[in-house]
């Protein structure tokens, strides 16, 4: 196990602990299954006392910031509220967009409706901002870059949902009759936290974290790009 946490590691020091976290695995713990993994559960035994400073998603990959001070828990919490903090996600999505760029400003509102999903609701919803960049195109999906400006629940899922571009293996969000079949397919929700820009709590430099992209995710892009495997 202590070889595979090396491999998620990103960054640490006394302050912060950044890690690529890998699909499937939970920020917090499941309140009716308290025995499921979870970060702290699995990375605390290892690196001590972790705070956590953000969420992603159980089936979302990529860099995920902790703590390892309540001072720098502190220090990230600000940033955090003061939306100083700047997040990169790449997703496959579903379709090809008209648009180049777009920035999609609908508001949310969580828990909208049975199945507990966020919904586009104008009467009670909260600002909510994504700015959405097309990367690459191909056979029926497309390749975002995507900055949330704020930080509402599924915000990212939701917007493009409405839209009409689920990601790709959103189960929640995703058209239920969806029969596209891929070359290879990904696991897991196509949606990963590639890069988070903070300023650090002691030094208040500027520092930029990258995760890779999960191996089956980067599999499918080699293989769409190629059209080979191998």
């Not at 202590?2 to 939970?26: A, C, F, M, T």
């Not at 939306?83 to 609908?106: C, N, Q, R």
């Not at 929640?172 to 949606?191: C, N, P, Q, V």
Request: proline fraction near 5%; include cysteine; charged fraction near 25%.
């Amino acid at each position: 196990m202590e070889n595979e946490l090396s491999k998620w590691v990103i960054y640490s020091d006394e302050h912060l602990l950044v890690i690529n976290k890998p699909p499937g695995l939970r920020v917090l713990p499941d309140g009716y299954h308290p025995e499921i993994e979870h970060v702290r559960a699995v990375l605390e035994p290892h690196f001590g006392r972790l705070w956590i400073v953000h969420r992603l998603d159980k089936e979302t990959s990529g860099v995920l910031l902790l703590a390892r001070t309540a001072g720098a828990h502190r220090s990230l919490n600000l940033q955090f509220d003061r939306h100083s903090v700047e997040k990169i996600y790449h997703a496959l999505i579903l379709g090809v967009p008209a648009w180049e760029e777009m920035t999609i400003d609908f508001p949310l509102r969580t828990n909208g409706d049975r199945r507990h999903r966020t919904v586009v609701d104008y009467k009670r919803g909260k600002t909510a901002m994504t700015f959405c960049k097309r990367l690459e195109t191909f056979a029926g999906c497309t390749l975002l870059s995507i900055q949330p400006k704020t930080g509402r629940t599924h915000q990212i899922r939701a917007h493009l949902a409405h839209l009409g571009h689920p990601i790709l293996g959103d189960r929640l969000y995703g058209f239920r009759d969806e029969k596209m079949t891929f070359s290879l397919s990904i696991e897991h929700i196509a949606l990963h936290a590639l890069s988070l820009t903070v300023d650090h709590p002691q030094s208040g430099k500027r520092v930029c974290f990258e995760a890779a992209y999960p191996l089956d995710f980067d599999n499918w892009l080699r293989i769409s790009r190629t059209g080979m495997v191998g």
